[in-house]
C-alpha cells in the first residue's frame, strides 16, 4: 500500500514550452500533497505544499505563476513548468500524505527528470 | 523553525562491518524523525521514524535508529552492512507534527559499503 506514481519520469523538452508533471496516490487519498525539487547530488528542496480544493502554499523563491499547482482531487496533483528554461532542468519529486491523523509519514513518487534545452 | 543536519557528505564501510550515519535535529516542540533512502534516479523509500514511546526504532531492511533527546539526534544504524545499502540516506523531521507541515530533510549523507 502506499503507493504514488509520477507521470512522466524523464521528460525532455526545448525552451519555452510548458510541461506538466502529475502525481498521483494510487491507493489512498491525499489531503496534502507535497512538490519537491532536487540538484544533483543535493538534498530535497520544498516548493510547494498543495491541498486539495484550495490554491497551493509557495516557498520563499519559488515563483507560483512558473509552478503552477494544481490538486483538483484527493488522488491527484499535477505541477506545471511554464515557460521552461534550462536552468528549471531538475529532478522533481511529489509527496503525498495520507489523509487522516494516523498517518505522519510522507510517501514518494519515484521522481521526474526534467530537462530543458 | 525545524532544521536537520547531516554532518558527513560520504560513509564509507566495509560489507559486514556495522553502519552508523548521523543525524541531528533542532525543533522547538517535540519531533517526528524520519530516515528515507534514495537509488539513484529514483524516488525516496521510507526506512522508519520516530514518533514516541521506545527511543530505539527498528525499521526496513535491518536498521534501526536512536532517538536521543539530550544529544538531539537520531542516527541510523545496521548491525552489519550490505553492498545493496549503498545508497543516499536522508533525515528529515516534522515540526510541528500535527497539521499540513512537510518534511524537511537534510542534505543526505552517501553511504558506500565496500566488498
Redesign the interface.
Known amino acids: 500500500g502506499a503507493v504514488v506514481s509520477q507521470h512522466p519520469s524523464r521528460v525532455i523538452c526545448k525552451s519555452g514550452t510548458s510541461v506538466k508533471i502529475e502525481c498521483r496516490s494510487l491507493d489512498f487519498q491525499a489531503t496534502t500533497m507535497f512538490w519537491y525539487r532536487q540538484f544533483p547530488k543535493q538534498s530535497l528542496m520544498l516548493m510547494a505544499t498543495s491541498n486539495e480544493g484550495s490554491k497551493a502554499t509557495y516557498e520563499q523563491g519559488v515563483e507560483k505563476d512558473k509552478f503552477l499547482i494544481n490538486h483538483a482531487s484527493l488522488t491527484l496533483s499535477t505541477l506545471t513548468v511554464t515557460s521552461a528554461h534550462p536552468e528549471d532542468s531538475s529532478f522533481y519529486i511529489c509527496s503525498a500524505r495520507p489523509s487522516g491523523v494516523l498517518y505522519n509519514e510522507q510517501f514518494f513518487g519515484p521522481g521526474t527528470r526534467l530537462t530543458v534545452l | 523553525a525545524q532544521s536537520v543536519a547531516q554532518p558527513e557528505d560520504q560513509v564509507n564501510v566495509a560489507e559486514g562491518n556495522p553502519l552508523t550515519v548521523k543525524c541531528t535535529y533542532s525543533v522547538s516542540g517535540n519531533p517526528?524523525l524520519?530516515w528515507?533512502v534514495q537509488y539513484p534516479?529514483?524516488?525516496?523509500?521510507?526506512l522508519l521514524?520516530y514518533?514516541t514511546g521506545d527511543n530505539l526504532v527498528k525499521g526496513s531492511y535491518g536498521f534501526e535508529a536512536e532517538f536521543n533527546k539530550s544529544q538531539t539526534s537520531f542516527h541510523l544504524k545496521k548491525p552489519s552492512a550490505l553492498v545493496s545499502d549503498s545508497a543516499l540516506y536522508?533525515c528529515a523531521v516534522?515540526d510541528p507534527?500535527g497539521g499540513?507541515t512537510?518534511?524537511?530533510?537534510?542534505?543526505?549523507t552517501r553511504l558506500s559499503v565496500i566488498a
Open positions: 517526528y524520519f528515507y534516479n529514483r524516488g525516496l523509500q521510507f521514524k514518533i536522508f516534522r507534527p499540513n512537510p518534511l524537511v530533510f537534510g542534505k543526505g
